[in-house]
Nanobody
Framework: QLQASGGGSVQIGGSLRLSCAAS????????MGWFRQAPGKERQFVAA????????YYADSVKGRFTISGNKARNTVHLQMDNLKPDDTAIYYC????????????????????WGQGTLVTVSS
């Protein structure tokens, strides 16, 4: 089970920090990621962290503004979002992969078979 938190409303240029904690039966995962979905749009890759080496990956639209970090031992991942823009308004979902899905690309939602409930981020002027 994944539990996301930290969403809210901020003004343009503001910051938010999202967190996601995995709980329940032991997790076997290679990567965790964040996706977002704005009203009327498809779910979009935001960022991912690959536990082997802690490599990180970002969508071009958030590169330089968002930072993903995490603690594999604690099964937690965070998304620090700075310099937020109205286009960042969306429901943000954290996700974790598993041995059966790890063959898919990190940026593909098919990579992840466990999803959090989503947390709303609203950026306004």
């Amino acid at each position: 089970q994944l539990q996301a938190s930290g969403g809210g409303s901020v003004q343009i240029g503001g910051s938010l920090r999202l967190s996601c904690a995995a709980s329940g039966r032991p997790f076997s995962m290679y990567a965790m990621g964040w996706f977002r979905q704005a009203p009327g749009k498809e779910r979009q890759f935001v960022a991912a962290i690959f536990w082997n080496g802690a490599n990180t990956y970002y969508a071009d639209s958030v590169k330089g503004r968002f930072t993903i970090s995490g603690n594999k031992a604690r099964n937690t991942v965070h998304l620090q979002m700075d310099n937020l823009k109205p286009d960042d308004t969306a429901i943000y979902y954290c996700a974790a992969d598993s041995p059966s899905t790890r063959g898919n690309p990190l940026r593909d939602h098919l990579r992840y078979d466990r999803w959090g409930q989503g947390t709303l981020v609203t950026v306004s002027s």
